[in-house]
């Protein structure tokens, strides 16, 4: 997996798409596998999938670690300290009632 910041939109962020090949998608849900990829000398570590359904009904599936998708929004939030400026409460404060095994 390739992680790296785009800073326009205007522009081609992936250029070897063309638009005549891409396909309007909606992530319509995201799971946390507790024991979803194994991890260096075989320990179970949490993973993270989405459900992508196309417009034409089909549906699919995309599966990354949860530790790349952690790694990726922190650079995010370093990047864009003011991200949740607008907001009275923290991300977390929001989902707590989702994630509190975890929180």
């Known amino acids: 997996m390739n ?3 785009h800073p326009y939109k205007d522009e081609l962020i992936f250029p ?3 638009d005549g090949q ?3 998608v909606h992530v319509s ?3 946390c596998v507790d024991n979803g990829t194994s991890g260096v000398g075989g320990v179970m570590r949490p993973s993270v999938m989405l459900r992508i359904e196309l417009a034409d009904g089909k549906v699919g599936v995309a599966m990354t670690s949860a530790r790349m998708l952690c790694m990726f929004a922190k650079m995010i939030e370093a990047r864009h300290p003011t991200l949740f400026e607008d907001t009275k ?3 977390r404060d929001h989902f ?3 994630f509190t095994r975890w929180i």
């Open 89 to 91: 409460l923290r991300w």
């Open 16 to 18: 070897d798409i063309d």
């Open 22 to 24: 891409r396909l309007e």
């Open 96 to 98: 707590a009632h989702l």
């Open 29 to 31: 849900e995201i799971v």
């Open 3 to 5: 992680i790296r910041f």
